[in-house]
């Protein structure tokens, strides 16, 4: 079912790893025989509804539709308590499916390349694969049981990569963080920040105009008036001053740890927003996600 036209509040949140990706949907003016046909109860630890929910949206300034998420429902069912403004409420995960497909052991003899076996995983889940220059190698025999999400976490924790399940899309990159290679996303007033980068306690935090290009593990180089330019180390950050480290928002290049797009259609002046808390690219080489 195709829902356009109508009034929506989407916040689509990405923070990696077992969690992947949670979209929370309101959405008004639905059919009163859709929303019972497509209401269910909140899935349970081993029950897993098979409706999924894909969400689209325009970059700011831009008519070409992007996915913004998708992933299995986890909680839908109608609000009337706010009248005549019926709203149907859908909550999803993009891992909700990979936790509960029950999928066959996965299984190398010899050694093997941790991004083949997350290949092979992502394949029998219906996922897309990335790798974002994951060289790890798993020595001696693997196998792997379980759901394809704890296939997943197992190698991610033997090998100590991040990853994560977005867009129908499982992305995996080295304990260091993204590589000197991958493409940058230039935050500015230009590109459409909103106000200044603020510091917060494990980097920076800005927000932006809706931005489908940042996700989890974006590589952004942040150009702002915020602080001195002459106070820089050679990532293009704040280092030292009077012989003590401090790390607050600053130009330079940044990794984001934690993303979330917040959208509404069909309402004035609503959100369009991306906001965004990302670490130094110095300090993320030397953080370990996986548990």
């Known amino acids: 079912m195709t829902l356009t036209d109508l009034r929506v509040a989407c916040q ?3 923070a990696g790893l077992e969690g992947g990706v949670m979209c929370s949907l309101r959405i008004e003016g639905v059919n009163i025989n859709h929303m019972n046909r497509l209401s269910m109860v909140q899935a349970g630890v081993v029950a897993q509804n098979a409706n999924t929910v ?3 949206a325009c970059d700011t300034g831009d008519d070409v539709w992007q996915m913004v998420f998708s992933g299995g429902v986890v909680g839908a069912f109608a609000d009337f308590n706010s009248t005549p403004n019926t709203a149907f409420m859908v909550t999803a995960q993009s891992m909700a499916q990979p936790s509960a ?3 066959t052991p996965t299984a190398f003899k010899g050694s093997v390349a941790v991004a083949d076996i997350m290949k092979a995983i992502a394949e029998k889940v219906g996922l897309s694969f990335q790798n974002n220059g994951v060289t790890a190698v798993m020595n001696g025999s693997v196998t792997l049981n ?3 999400a704890d296939q997943i976490q197992a190698i ?3 090998a100590q990569i991040t990853y994560i399940v977005a867009t129908n899309v499982l992305s995996i990159w080295p304990a260091t963080g993204p590589t000197s290679t991958t493409a940058q996303v230039t ?3 230009e590109t459409g920040m909103i106000g200044y980068p603020a510091y917060a306690q494990y980097g920076v935090t800005l927000r932006t105009l809706f931005n489908s290009a940042i996700g989890f593990q974006s590589v952004l180089k942040l150009e702002s008036e915020y602080a001195p330019a002459a106070w820089v180390n050679e990532m293009g950050q704040l280092n030292q001053l009077g012989g003590n480290n401090i790390f607050p928002a600053s130009n330079g290049i940044w990794v984001a740890y934690r ?3 917040d959208l509404q259609s069909e309402i004035p002046g609503g959100e369009w927003t991306t ?9 993320a080489k030397g953080t370990v996600f996986a548990r």
């Not at 906001?275 to 300090?283: C, G, K, M, N, S």
């Open 275 to 283: 906001y965004i808390e990302a670490q130094r690219q110095d300090l």
């Open 54 to 56: 894909t969400v689209e």
């Open 187 to 189: 935050i500015s007033s």
């Open 259 to 261: 993303v979330q797009h």
């Open 146 to 148: 379980g759901s394809g």
């Open 12 to 14: 689509v949140a990405n």
């Open 101 to 103: 497909m029950p999928i």
């Open 156 to 158: 991610a924790q033997a």
